[in-house]
């Protein structure tokens, strides 16, 4: 490894890699575009690491920085395969099981930033206020939409994911 | 099973809304399905850090975010630059002057005001309205109004006709005032190092609106599978119309619209409503910009003038501080690039020859100018050389100008070498026409 990179550096992207990746997959519900995402997010973060390492939490920021990459990447990148017979495209090595499908799935009907907030509410765990400040919305638009995102997703999966959606 | 919950008989959950409970489980659902992806390639934290390092050393240093503003639209042209109307004066309009650009901390300003809501609904009858007549519609599964949390209204569609069916998502959005419109990547050619297989053509339409026109692959980093074209209108009130079309998700089909349809998708006046009722983000402060920065147009206008006469240049592309082209000289097309950035930090580490296998020398001029000439392997494993020169004066002004034998550092070799002489490389870095 280049000795530019500095040791920090090298260990908060090899502490943080996985779980940046995991995160990325259900944003982009594609391993081929989380891998992207994850280097875009983390190679943004190299560029502004002696910045960050000084001012910022480098995890709460590279969260931040891996979900307003993916909003704006959206005209760059699609998020997902756009079949018009919604018949998805092989999306990365391994055989997808009824789980990832049925779920990310879900998650691909939502809008970008519905899914955003939910990702960052549901797994990420993010408070509401961190969530505003990563997607730029106020605290009130946060809690409605994540509310609203949540009905859509359940009722999305009503049919497919019967436990999640049961009344 | 991944179905199995083993928390529908628990008693916290009895007396929880349908909503709630929902909710409750959701972190764990989300977990199991991220867990089931199959783990990324290997090497994934350092194949990050070599697209940091080349973030770091293409685009502006130090400076997190993008702050090229308008102009650097109007300089970045994939492929072609057309003018329908008379002709902007690309750059000077909308683009500060160094001294302007910065530290410049614009005063937000408030955005029109937002006519009645629109609702999802309402989105989808209107993109239906600009589609051609003939086609038939299944409903979108994807599409908001301007609703209660006050997002950019969007639609999509499966648009179908007896020659096949693609799925059509429109969006419409507002300038975050006081924030770098490529921050938010918005509009804009993509550079060619990212995506070496798009086809991006930019129009200026008479009224100052900016069209591009891009036809894409759903993997852009292939030029195999799913077609994904699309069209994005930057209009001068901030206003942006994009819409997207893919082809059928097997086999190469062309989607349905052709990039003239697209465009006219986006410029129909039926949206009107639509974007009067597109709210206008809470603004964002800019970042500082490093002060001297040259901007985008006055980049690219100095860089193309110190290339080489008889070539030709493509896929120009720029920033404040950077510019790049694809140079052909009638033995292959090759990527040149150049930074100048106006206080380099850290220049001990950069001045080294310590790091390179192949070439490397470092001389100081009689200005007191020092200059490395390196020539390395890219940076990405293929088999496209490198040359670059990095040049600082004395004042701490930095100009790094780079090459390679391909059109991107991706991709493979198009020549032996590339198209410039190391001494051809230091004189652009060293002209006088950057300034300081």
């Known amino acids: 490894m280049s000795p530019e990179a500095p040791a920090d550096y090298l260990e908060f992207a090899a502490a943080r890699s996985g779980h940046l990746f995991r995160t990325a997959c259900l944003l982009t519900g594609d391993w081929h575009l989380a891998e992207?995402?994850?280097?875009?997010?983390?190679?943004?973060?190299?560029?502004?690491?002696?910045?960050?390492?000084?001012?910022?939490?480098?995890?709460?920021?590279?969260?931040?920085?891996?979900?307003?990459?993916?909003?704006?990447?959206?005209r760059r990148r699609s998020s997902t395969e756009r079949p018009s017979e919604r018949l998805p495209e092989q999306s990365g090595p391994g055989e997808d099981t009824a789980l990832r499908l049925t779920l990310i799935d879900g998650l691909a009907q939502l809008s970008t930033r519905d899914r955003a907030v939910l990702i960052l509410r549901y797994w990420e765990d993010r408070s509401v206020e961190e969530t505003a400040h990563a997607l730029r919305l106020s605290p009130g638009a946060v809690r409605s939409q994540s509310m609203r995102a949540l009905q859509r997703l359940r009722t999305l999966l009503g049919e497919g994911f019967p436990d999640l959606a049961a009344r | 099973m991944p179905f199995d919950d083993p928390a529908v008989g628990d008693t916290a959950a009895v007396d929880a809304t349908p909503d709630e409970l929902f909710a409750q489980r959701l972190p764990d659902r989300l977990g199991a399905a991220a867990e089931d992806f199959p783990p990324p390639g290997p090497h994934l934290d350092q194949r990050s850090l070599v697209r940091g390092k080349r973030m770091r050393r293409t685009r502006r240093l130090q400076i997190i975010g993008s702050t090229a503003a308008m102009a650097a639209v109007v300089a970045m042209v994939g492929g072609m630059l057309l003018h329908r109307g008379p002709s902007l004066p690309v750059g000077a309009a909308a683009t500060p002057s160094p001294s302007q650009s910065a530290h410049t901390v614009p005063v937000p300003v408030a955005g029109p005001t937002v006519g009645p809501p629109v609702s999802a609904a309402d989105m989808l009858a209107t993109l239906e309205r600009t589609l051609p007549p003939g086609g038939s519609y299944s409903k979108s599964f994807l599409g908001d109004g301007t609703g209660s949390a006050g997002g950019a209204p969007s639609a999509a569609i499966v648009y179908s006709t007896p020659h096949g069916s693609s799925e059509i998502d429109v969006t419409i959005s507002r300038d975050t005032p006081g924030f770098p419109v490529d921050s938010e990547d918005k509009g804009g050619c993509i550079g060619i190092e990212e995506r070496p297989y798009d086809v991006c053509t930019t129009t200026i339409e008479p009224d100052g609106s900016v069209l591009h026109s891009t036809t894409s692959f759903t993997h852009p980093d292939s030029d195999t599978g799913q077609k994904r074209w699309y069209a994005d209108l930057m209009r001068p009130d901030g206003v942006q119309l994009f819409v997207e079309e893919f082809g059928a998700s097997a086999g190469s089909a062309d989607p349905l619209l052709s990039l003239n349809q697209l465009a006219a998708v986006v410029q129909s006046p039926v949206w009107a409503k639509a974007v009067?009722?597109?709210?206008?983000?809470?603004?964002?402060?800019?970042?500082?910009?490093?002060?001297?920065?040259?901007?985008?147009?006055?980049?690219?206008?100095?860089?193309?003038?110190l290339l080489p006469a008889g070539g030709t240049v493509g896929n120009a592309n720029g920033q404040d501080g950077f510019a790049e082209v694809v140079f052909d000289d009638g033995h292959g097309k090759a990527m040149i690039q150049v930074n100048a950035q106006p206080k380099a930090v850290d220049t001990a580490a950069l001045f080294t020859c310590a790091q390179t296998t192949t070439y490397c020398r470092i001389s100081t001029l009689p200005d007191g100018t020092r200059v490395m000439a390196v020539q390395t392997p890219n940076e990405k494993g293929g088999r496209a050389s490198v040359w670059r020169v990095d040049t600082l004066r004395p004042d701490g002004y930095r100009v790094v100008a780079l090459e390679c034998n391909s059109y991107s550092e991706a991709t493979p070799p198009t020549r032996p070498q590339p198209p410039l002489t190391f001494a051809q490389l230091q004189a652009l870095a060293t002209s006088p026409l950057w300034g300081h």
Not at chain 1, 49 to 73: E, G
């Open chain 1, 36 to 74: 992207d995402l994850v280097q875009e997010t983390l190679g943004k973060m190299y560029r502004s690491w002696r910045r960050l390492s000084r001012v910022d939490s480098p995890v709460a920021y590279a969260h931040t920085v891996m979900v307003r990459t993916y909003l704006s990447q959206r």
């Open chain 2, 276 to 305: 009067a009722a597109t709210p206008t983000p809470p603004a964002e402060a800019l970042l500082p910009v490093q002060p001297g920065t040259l901007p985008a147009s006055q980049m690219a206008h100095i860089f193309q003038s």
